[in-house]
């Protein structure tokens, strides 16, 4: 089955997890089946992982990458359309270059090769522009500027695969939402012109084994619980 993978991205509270359910739904009315690959970082982060506490903050991002790439990685083929609430990419916003090709380097996967396994990227504009007082009171541990800034990172990051898309906060989320839906329904018209590829195009069973393997090696030099561990290796669906 051919599927087109779409990544939510944006800068925090921007609606992105809020709205996957939406555009599922929305989806399913034209009728298309659709898989979800929910936010790996805020599952690891309910889990109880805490970066530069009980793991560092590169094993955290590459371990959130191995998860990420095999949800992925499994996911494909088995609906018309997966939406990934963030992406293999997102992870820049949070360490710098080197370190980001130092993950990619350790799974031996390459970025131009994986970029092109995304059919689009929809962008969910951060409210810490226009509502910054509301953004503080959801984000107690990040200050609006700080929102801004991680915003427009995610913008770089994407912007090859940012569907053209004009809105603002102020009109209201479900104005916000619509107007995101439409621009994806015509990103997929648009698709099905075109060539799209999946991580199993260039990427085997070994390599999926390789970066599963690579897990349990994360996990047993930092100081996870046992429990946790179990735990993380049931994220893997």
């Known amino acids: 089955m051919k599927t087109y993978k779409i990544v939510l991205t944006g800068g925090p509270c921007g609606g992105k997890t809020d709205s996957i359910d939406f555009l599922s739904k929305k989806l399913i009315e034209q009728d298309y089946s659709v898989k979800i690959v929910n936010e790996t970082a805020n599952s690891l982060l309910k889990l109880g ?91 107690i541990y990040e200050s609006p500027e700080v929102g801004r800034i991680r915003d427009e990172r995610c913008k770089e990051i994407w912007i090859d695969k940012i569907v053209p898309c004009i809105y603002d906060n102020l009109d209201g989320f479900e104005n916000k939402q619509k107007i995101i839906y439409l621009t994806l329904k015509k990103q997929l018209e648009y698709l099905k012109q075109i060539k799209s590829y999946k991580l199993s195009d260039y ?28 735990k993380t290796r049931g994220l893997i669906r």
Request: glycine share 4%.
């Open 203 to 230: 990427y085997d069973i070994e390599y999926f084994k390789y970066i599963y393997n690579g897990i349990n090696d994360i996990l047993a030099k930092n100081d996870i619980s046992d429990d946790i561990k179990i």
């Open 49 to 139: 992982y805490m970066p530069s506490v009980n793991i560092s903050t590169f094993d955290f991002q590459n371990l959130l990458f191995k998860i990420q790439f095999l949800n992925e990685y499994m996911s494909e083929g088995k609906s018309n359309i997966l939406l990934c609430d963030r992406g293999l990419f997102d992870g820049k916003v949070y360490i710098d270059e080197s370190d980001f090709q130092k993950i990619l380097d350790l799974n031996k996967v390459k970025e131009k090769e994986i970029s092109s396994t995304y059919d689009g990227a929809l962008y969910f504009r951060s409210i810490s522009y226009e509502y910054p007082n509301e953004f503080s009171k959801k984000r």
